[in-house]
């Protein structure tokens, strides 16, 4: 029978040569019986209620030595019932505390031991179905010595945190980051997880920021570090002060608003924090990026949709101790233990880990805005290598403060937007479902958190950080993906991050779209836009024809009642947002449209559009008839140029019956009747709101959070204390 289903037995026990007791057979069991391992007795005898350490002043010391049997001490908290643990309470507030004064020890082999007893203790009762988190304190520690004990393990902790004196330093830190994940990730709404509040009393942030800088970028230390520093960020950010969230804004320093000054920038505050967490967001990315770069060719289409499988996927029966990702060797990469498509777990860890990763960036651009920019051009480590010294046809005329007019030396792509604009050109591809919406809904956010910020815009349109970035596109058999030919030739960076917007709004054209996506898509194109009509940019080359077209295809698909009756607000907001972008082009496109020519496509596309534009304008003045957004008023100009030409091109027809109308011909009758054409100069058309995460995004980030805690929980594996010399 199986080990905890056999009958309780009294052990007998001699002392060994150290004065320890030395396990014999139980009493009732024949000769042959196996001696039992001395772990397995003596918790054996701790879950049937029994207190064998009071007989012996150095048991817990002799006790820490011993290597821990993870699957049996799993098994034992696993069988034992909610209410046979808190019967036996005792002897778990005795194990619980004696594990905290072990990891004061001198001995690396104690400590370990004591991290991966707690670790195995606290993630078992964790899994318990009890009435309230409150039962889980008492299981543990008891309330009346809950402060205390926690307190003592995370100062504990946090000691071991900061040391570099121990021969197995990456271990012993390795193994408390896993039981502090463990802790973080204990319920699935972070916010009723009380035990965090220890975390502020125990400030943790100087010790997980100095992780990211001290180690290798790939190392699965300081990546465990940024995720649990995520997790702490966003507990309890909206009902009370937030220790960390605070930290983090407080990495923000002082730099020049006015200028780019390149490759040299004032030094912000703790700049090697910040360049810290921006280099291990970028290597995880990367890792992701480059697994899957060797195995997708131009044609190679399984792959690929694979890849966007797995990021929407849910975990399905996860098993904790199978997953290789938290306890790894130092020497695995990410690639090694989330990646590998040959582990059982392939399907199952990858998106909690994607999640995290899009969230930890989206907390440094987010709450270290003035300071990020730093993160992106201050180390030349952290760009990528490949760029091209050639000059690019698609880099034209800009007038930015500060940006090189002349070309220059190339720089290339900082990295970390390298990474992330292929990851994110995958994730806003293939958008099928509730969770993937989530990690593209991220992405776009992250998108208008960086377009927002005036130095990033000039990165962006700077000429000595045009690179070749090999974003993701649908083929044309709209079969598969390939990469993109439009960033074939080193460009602005900005054409990039057009070309991903593009692909999002092109590829999702359906019945059922999702409205905010789509908005939140109009709005980075918006803050685009602003910033070329603010400094006259124009991008030579580039092929504006296409966002046209697919505005106006997006026009096409809301343009109905289903659509409008079903999501009236939403729809309407969305409307807004197509007029507005449109009137940018129109009232102020001779800033940033390169050729005067521009105008003659944007109204060729507008007129050949004509019934679906007229349509649009119907249902915008049925369903606002209250006119609480303006939307008719917003719509005049593109009416006034659908009307006034279309009269135009209506008068020439009759007046040349037999001619067949060519494209050429059109776009000749629109040049001659630009001065007849009368429009109405519309105000704020580039004022925008700037981004508050709080109240518009609080929902979302709750969801988010509590996403990210259950899914990576399921990748929690107890440390392998056999790697530790």
């Known amino acids: 029978k199986d080990e905890m289903e056999s009958p309780r037995r009294v052990i007998q026990t001699t002392p060994d040569m150290y004065g320890s007791p030395r396990i014999q057979a139980p009493v009732g069991i024949g000769k042959h019986s196996k001696i039992k391992e001395k772990f397995v007795a003596i918790y054996e005898s701790f879950f049937a209620g029994e207190d064998v350490s009071s007989s012996n002043p150095t048991f817990w010391d002799e006790l820490f030595l011993l290597k821990v049997n993870v699957p049996f001490l799993e098994r034992c908290i696993m069988m034992t019932s909610e209410e046979q643990l808190k019967s036996i309470r005792g002897v778990i507030h005795n194990i619980f505390s004696h594990c905290c004064i072990a990891l004061g020890d001198q001995n ?51 000691t071991i945190l900061d040391s570099s004196n121990t021969d197995n330093v990456h271990h012993v830190k390795l193994a408390s980051v896993n039981l502090l ?112 770069s060797k195995n997708i060719g131009a044609k190679q289409t399984g792959l690929i949709s ?17 997953s290789p990702v938290i306890g790894a060797s130092e020497t695995e990469t990410l690639s090694n233990s989330v990646l590998n498509p040959n582990h059982p777990n392939y399907l199952e ?56 007019k002349t070309g220059g030396d190339h720089i290339g792509c900082p990295d970390l937007l390298y990474q992330f604009f292929i990851l994110s050109s995958t994730l806003l591809l293939e958008v099928k479902d509730p969770r993937s919406v989530v990690f593209a809904k991220l ?6 958190n960086l377009l927002e910020d005036d130095k990033v815009c000039k990165l962006l349109h700077h000429q000595k950080y045009k690179s070749y970035v090999p974003i993701y596109q649908r083929s044309k058999s709209n079969e598969g993906f390939k990469v993109s030919e439009r960033t074939k030739d080193n460009g602005l960076l900005v054409t990039v991050v057009l070309d991903i917007l593009l692909g999002y709004i092109k590829h999702h054209l359906k019945k059922n779209l999702d409205v905010n996506l789509y908005i939140l898509t109009l709005e980075c194109i918006k803050r685009i ?39 009236t607000q939403e729809t309407l907001e969305l409307s807004y947002h197509i007029s507005n972008v449109f009137n940018l082009f129109i009232t102020y496109g001779d800033r940033f449209l390169p050729e005067t020519t521009d105008y003659d496509d944007l109204y060729y596309e507008m007129i050949r559009d004509a019934k ?43 007046t040349h019956p037999d001619e067949i109308k060519e494209p050429k011909q059109i776009i000749e009758i629109i040049k001659n009747n630009y001065g007849s054409l009368k429009l109405t100069l519309q105000d704020d058309l580039d004022k925008y709101k700037e981004y508050q ?31 530790v010399a």
């Not at 997880?193 to 190392?219: G, K, M, R």
Request: include cysteine.
């Open 306 to 322: 694979s890849l966007f499988w797995v990021f929407s996927r849910s975990p399905a029966n996860p098993s904790p101790t199978a």
């Open 108 to 158: 690396d082999l104690r400590v370990i031991h004591s991290l991966e007893t707690l670790s195995i203790l606290l993630q078992g009762v964790f899994k318990k179905k009890f009435n309230s988190f409150g039962d889980v304190i008492t299981v543990l520690t008891g309330v009346d010595k809950a402060d205390e004990l926690f307190i003592q393990l995370l100062k504990s902790i946090k």
């Open 349 to 404: 860890i990858t998106p909690a880990t994607e999640c995290l990763v899009l969230f930890a960036l989206y907390e440094l651009v987010y709450l270290t805005k003035h300071s990020f920019i730093y993160c992106l051009i201050s180390d030349q480590s952290h760009v990528n290598s490949e760029v091209s010294t050639t000059s690019s046809s698609s880099t034209g005329n800009n007038s930015v403060e500060g940006v090189d």
């Open 612 to 654: 679906s534009l007229e349509l649009f304008y119907y249902y915008v003045d049925r369903y606002d008839s209250n006119g609480s957004m303006s939307l008719v008023r917003h719509l005049d100009n593109i009416a006034t140029i659908v009307k006034h030409f279309t009269a135009k091109i209506e008068h020439y027809n009759s």
């Open 443 to 448: 992405c776009l956010i992250i998108f208008l």
């Open 181 to 292: 994940l463990i802790i973080a990730t204990a319920t699935d709404n972070v916010n009723q997880n009380s035990i965090l509040e220890y975390f502020s009393t125990v400030d943790f942030f100087n010790s997980l920021t100095h992780i990211t800088t001290a180690l290798p970028t790939c190392n699965q230390l300081s990546f465990h570090s940024i995720i649990l520093l995520v997790i702490l960020i966003n507990y309890r950010k909206y009902e009370s002060q937030n220790v960390y969230m605070k930290r983090m804004i407080e990495l923000n320093g002082t730099l020049n608003t006015k200028e780019i000054k390149l490759p040299h920038e004032q030094v912000p505050v703790n700049a090697e924090a910040l360049n810290g967490l921006a280099s291990v967001i970028a290597a995880t990315c990367k890792e992701c990026v480059s697994f899957h």
């Open 693 to 723: 995460e709080n109240p518009a995004q609080i929902s979302f980030f709750r969801q988010l959070i509590r996403t990210a805690v259950c899914d990576y929980r399921c990748t929690i594996r107890i440390f392998n204390s056999q790697k």
């Open 529 to 567: 836009l602003c910033f070329q009509k603010k400094y006259k940019v124009k991008l030579v080359n580039y092929k504006w024809r296409e966002h046209w077209t697919a505005l106006l295809s997006l026009i096409r698909i809301i343009s109905n009642d289903n659509i409008f009756s079903s999501k």
